[in-house]
């Protein structure tokens, strides 16, 4: 084996735990499932065990984050890692989608073009029609929604990423917005229109996009930034911002056991 290819097979620890909880997952999922074959009281019996079944979808979703962010290899680039998730799930959708088409033709005699053309492009889910979004292979609808969720945070957030968003948060935003995201730089200190706090509960659920909106595009009285700040640093800025948003609201239960002795000896101590 090559030094590259030696590399490329270095692998994280496996996560037995994780086998378990996709099991409480699955089951779940098939609960819920089973409770549309079941009627009367046998339907009563089981719906309160498995009628939020449901919810296991995004339990996999979530799992499926941690495990991409796990699995990562160190100096992994966006590219890299879009082909290497095309060529693990393009094959397989592929087949299914075909595998579909056959069986639909054979059951209808004739096909849907559009809904065809939708869930190839795994864009089935953006239709809130279940005739489009359960119309050809039914269940692929949570792939159409994961395609969109690799959209919404389009990189991995590492380290050094962070360490950019905030280099260039410094730079580009805490003149007016301070360094800790409350609002009260120096330019504001001088008579600027003070920027709200990022603290506030608003602003800590806004979805990412946002804060990448409002560089690119302005805000009320605050000028777009989108010449000085190219788009990939938008984001890392964005993922930045979400770090001082998490450490004005954290406790010492976030912070790993081994660390806390590190902040007894921190000027100031814990809080
Ligand atoms: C020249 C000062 C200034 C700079 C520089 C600046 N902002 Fe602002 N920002 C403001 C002001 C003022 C507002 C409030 C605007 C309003 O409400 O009309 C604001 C509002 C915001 C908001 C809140 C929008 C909302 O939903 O209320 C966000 C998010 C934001 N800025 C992000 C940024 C980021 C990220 C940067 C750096 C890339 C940045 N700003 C740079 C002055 C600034």
């Known amino acids: 084996m090559t030094a590259v290819g030696a590399q490329r097979t270095v692998r994280p620890p496996a996560l037995p735990s994780l086998t378990g909880l996709r099991f409480v997952a699955a089951t779940a999922v098939f609960g819920y499932h089973y409770l549309y074959l079941l009627d009367g009281r046998a339907q009563q019996l089981f719906l ?6 449901g919810a296991g979808v995004g339990l ?33 959708y592929a087949l299914a989608w075909l595998t579909a ?7 209808h005699r004739r096909l849907d073009v559009p809904v065809a ?5 795994l864009l089935q889910s953006w239709v809130p029609d279940w005739h489009v979004y359960f119309g050809w292979n039914g269940v692929a609808w949570s792939l159409s929604c994961e395609a969109f969720f690799y959209a919404v ?8 990423t962070l360490r950019r968003g905030r280099e260039r948060f410094d730079i580009y935003c805490a003149p007016c917005h301070a360094k800790t995201g409350e609002g009260d730089g120096m330019v504001v200190r001088r008579g600027y229109r003070r920027p709200p706090s990022y603290h506030t509960d608003r602003l ?4 990412v996009g946002h804060f990448f909106d409002v560089i690119t595009n302005g ?14 640093d938008r984001w890392a800025i964005a993922a930045y911002i979400r770090v001082l948003q998490l450490s004005e609201h954290a406790s010492l239960d976030d912070v790993p056991a081994a660390d806390r002795a590190e902040l007894d000896r921190a000027p100031g101590g814990p809080r």
């Open 117 to 121: 053309a939708l869930n190839a492009l």
């Open 48 to 53: 309160p065990v498995f009628g939020r079944g």
């Open 219 to 232: 805000f009320g009285a605050m000028p777009d930034l989108a010449a000085q700040v190219k788009v990939d």
């Open 101 to 107: 088409g056959v069986v639909l033709l054979a059951l």
């Open 204 to 207: 800590r659920t806004a979805p």
């Open 60 to 92: 996999f979703f979530v799992l499926s984050g941690f495990v991409l962010a796990w699995t990562r290899q160190p100096g992994d680039t966006p590219r890299r890692f879009y082909q290497r998730r095309v060529a693990r799930i393009l094959p397989v």
């Open 153 to 160: 945070f389009p990189f991995a957030i590492d380290e050094k």
